[in-house]
């Protein structure tokens, strides 16, 4: 099998690949048929009564996913670009933010940061952490003059797959009037996420993880106290201007050509979503998760996250001792065929990273799995084979979803 | 029949609008359907050895489109995430520009220029007017300490339907080392630009134009003068920054997670272009912009750019006396499914402008202007049914393509 599989897939015919890969990324993750129908609509006029319909129902599917009554704006874009986004249109050059860190993508705030010239407190966690609300309740109660504007966090910091405790972070904030800004992006829909009941004053996603459709779409819920913060911004920004974009929305419209195509795939996915319901779909994720930490463990491996602060939508696995985690990373891919990630910045070769979000049945996990074994088992680690996928069988046999694992 | 279209297109079930319209707008475009196949593939890990030879391909494919050897950068927005991405990486606040606009895309470099602190000097032509170079040649003459850092200016204005003529325009800079910046995002593919032989230094195009895919990529070309100028560079800037997309470039990877199906799109849609040839590409669109003008004239209507600076992408024809231009696309839209665009800013009302650029057949012009006869009848303009569409059909049966029309 690994003979035949390697003639076809390290050869020139790709297309080989895109049709029979197990796509195991914490995004972009699998499109559904009736998603990627969707999209294949022909082109219209984005400044046309069929768009603005869209458009409109889109952002009400979101609010529902949100749970929110906060304006929504969307933008063609990588998450990152909402991540901007916010930065730019609530931060005036000069004024101080909190940024909390516990990975990659809180770094990433940081640099948004320095970038749009804000000043900086900065709470960092060794990755792999937790953020502890406590830190963010003693930093904000020493700032005596209020000069932090607002505090940046992630709610799943996809780099390690450590999920942040947002209602505790939003309870840490008091009486403080510092903005929350949540990068949601990895954790909406795969994660409980109350943007309103826990005061969440600007949330980012993207349309490449939970949302089923591929990359391309930044979506961004604005709170009246952030609207505020809007009015007083002179930072630079024209694309992601909120002001501008909350004008065309009026118009049912963007300022700019929106992707269209990813308009309609994501029109069909939040029909899927509500169909399925916001309660089962984060049962699911739950589920994916602890299956995937239930054959890790089994398998002798170590995860970066302990199980409490485990992410619904990512597991990072340490590399086997002595073993660079992008040979595994290879195995899986040139061998087999499934698609998971490698670690970021310093845990580059250390981890790699299994993504279980979005349009995904439990089988491939155990697919997924079986591969990680076989990988393994070549590259020299004692396996005893059939342990992690047998793991991943019992927990799915026996539905387990939301509650802890008994290892 | 006007009676049946309405009852199916005033009525809630829009996919109906999706199938059969006539697509005649300066973008987005029609979609050929290879394209969209190609762009329903499963989505593939984007910073993995797939992803890295489709973004190798596209780039060169987009290089003899351009006619240039210099870097191209992609980025995941509409056209003006590429034209705000020219304004942050070459200019730091109190540079000056100088903003060359004759219509609603020259104001929205002003518009830019505003939001990122740089000084301007305007010169402004009347919208339907097409740059003259000579002042350009005189501006910067007068500009003796060389405070002038860029020149901002369209190739093809498409709220106007003017094609500015890049070539004499490069040769109006002369010795002045300010670098030239060109909005290409409706000519590139359907006008003539050689990037590298008139040195044009950032040249910023499109999706979802002559590109023949939807909108959400911008593409930027960047000279090695214009790389010292980035160098330089203090602008706010990240998910827009030129450095850092360079430097994933060398990876075969972008920054930020990409939108793969339209780069998916866009190397089937480069391959359908290397095949026709960008030479028939070029005539093919001059032939387009030839059938519209000779029926518009034959139906007595006037045109807003005169025919030796008209733009073989779009064209824009001022309604009837005493007619609302709005009447005219609604009757179109509505009574026929042809979709044309309005006017903008202050020719809202004034114009109406039907795109001829991408993915069409002539004898889809021939459609569009039979709805444009009718209608135009319907709202009580003495039309002499026929004249136009048989003056369209002349052109395709001639075989006229860069020639200029006898009207």
Chains 1, 2 share one sequence.
Not at 106 to 113: H, I, M, Q, S, T
Not at 274 to 280: A, F, K, Q
Request: proline share 4%.
């Amino acid at each position: 099998m690994k003979q035949n599989l390697k003639f076809t897939l390290r050869g020139e015919n790709f297309s080989t690949m895109w049709e029979k890969q197990i796509l195991l990324l914490p995004g972009p993750t699998q499109i559904p048929p009736r998603v990627m129908r969707a999209m294949s609509r022909e082109q219209i006029n984005h400044r046309g009564p069929v768009a603005r319909k869209i458009l409109f129902e889109i952002i009400e599917g979101i609010k529902e996913i949100m749970r929110t009554e906060n304006d929504i704006l969307i933008f063609t874009s990588s998450g990152t670009g909402g991540m901007e986004a916010a930065v730019a249109n609530i931060m005036s050059p000069g004024d101080k933010a909190l940024v909390v860190s516990n990975g990659a993508f809180g770094d990433r705030f940081k640099k948004l940061c320095q970038a749009f010239n804000i000043e900086m407190d900065v709470i960092d966690y060794p990755w792999g952490e937790v953020v502890d609300p406590q830190n963010i309740e003693d930093h904000l109660k020493n700032d005596h003059g209020h000069k932090i504007k607002a505090v940046f966090v992630q709610h799943n910091e996809t780099s390690t797959g450590v999920l942040n405790d947002m209602e505790a972070i939003s309870k840490a904030r008091g009486e403080h009037p510092a903005l929350l800004v949540v990068d949601a992006i990895s954790s909406l829909a795969a994660a409980e996420l109350q943007v309103d009941k826990w005061g969440l004053d600007v949330v980012i996603s993207g349309s490449q993880k939970a949302f089923m459709i591929p990359p391309g779409l930044s979506v961004v819920s604005i709170s009246p106290r952030a609207w505020e913060a809007v009015k007083r911004c002179t930072n630079s920004r024209f694309y992601f201007d909120f002001t501008l974009a909350g004008e065309y929305l009026e118009l049912g419209q963007t300022p700019f050509t929106p992707a269209l195509s990813l308009l309609y795939g994501l029109q069909e996915s939040l029909k899927m979503m509500r169909d399925e319901g916001l309660e089962n779909i984060l049962k699911r994720h739950s589920q994916y998760r602890n299956i995937v930490r239930a054959a890790v463990n089994a398998l002798g491996l170590e995860m970066l996250a302990r199980e409490e602060i485990s992410s619904p939508a990512v597991t990072a696995v340490k590399a086997p001792e002595g073993m660079n985690a992008g040979d595994i990373i290879n195995g899986m891919l040139e061998d087999y065929n499934v698609v998971i990630a490698g670690g970021q910045g310093n845990l580059r070769g250390k981890i790699f990273r299994i993504g279980h979000l979005g349009y995904m049945d439990p089988l491939e996990l155990v697919a997924g799995i079986s591969a990680l074994e076989s990988v393994l088992s070549s590259l020299g680690q004692p396996v005893d084979m059939g342990k992690g996928v047998t793991a991943a069988m019992k927990i799915i046999k026996g539905g387990k979803s939301c509650e802890s694992i008994d290892n």
